[in-house]
T-cell receptor
């Protein structure tokens, strides 16, 4: 596909369970971002990859959250021991720019996570 | 710190103009504007880099006053398709890819 693809689009889980959210960026985009958006709020930065490495993970709220991008393309956001407060839409974005803040972010439609 | 947007919400009739403001407590290197329709992904509108530039995109333009740490988005002769929530994203450091988004301005255009 031409855009950023995220799966699943919806995930309902129980408190304490483990969850994986997948992002398939636009082909050739080296930069990949994860944001989290709660209802009525703007996207909140979680982590940024340039290639395979996490260039900035300062937005990850705690050590229950982890993200990987092993081959520099698809990324997986992993959440352990989910809590009700983790419920949100998790947005992935990619960019073709290798320089700072010079390019647009292409967002996926997000994965809506609901923790019961 | 999250930039503050104003107004929080506005309702306009088709053809009217709107201004959305974004204000930061920190010095800014760049400001990015996005529009998000309900249930959809945010879509890029424009980036403004420090230097006080103004950009235009059809009937949507924006300005960036780095001294005041503010940016404004101008929508002229609004169309129904302009409805959505507008977010500014700010960056305070050159080389920092992390954007801090504001809480958004919900714009509703009615016929």
């Amino acid at each position: 596909g031409a855009g950023v693809s995220q799966t699943p689009s919806n995930k309902v889980t129980e408190k304490g369970k483990y969850v994986e959210l997948r992002c398939d960026p636009i082909s050739g985009h080296t930069a990949l971002y994860w944001y989290r958006q709660s209802l009525g709020q703007g996207p909140e930065f979680l982590i940024y990859f340039q290639g395979t490495g996490a260039a900035d993970d300062s937005g990850l709220p705690n050590d229950r959250f982890f993200a990987v991008r092993p081959e520099g393309s698809v990324s997986t956001l992993k959440i352990q021991r989910t809590e009700r407060g983790d419920s949100a839409v998790y947005l992935c974005a990619s960019s073709s720019q290798t320089g700072p803040n010079t390019g647009e972010l292409f967002f996926g439609e997000g994965s809506r996570l609901t923790v019961l | 710190q999250q930039p503050v947007q104003s107004p929080q919400a506005v309702i306009l009739r088709e053809g009217e103009d709107a201004v959305i403001n974004c204000s930061s407590s920190k010095a800014l290197y760049s400001v990015h504007w996005y529009r998000q329709k309900h249930g959809e992904a945010p879509v890029f509108l424009m980036i403004l880099l420090k230097g006080g530039e103004q950009k235009g995109h059809e009937k949507i333009s924006a300005s960036f006053n780095e001294k005041k740490q503010q940016s404004s988005l101008y929508l002229t002769a609004s169309q129904l398709s302009y409805s959505g929530t507008y977010f500014c994203g700010t960056d305070s450091n050159f080389g920092n890819e992390k954007l801090t988004f504001g809480t958004g301005t919900r714009l509703t255009i009615i016929p």
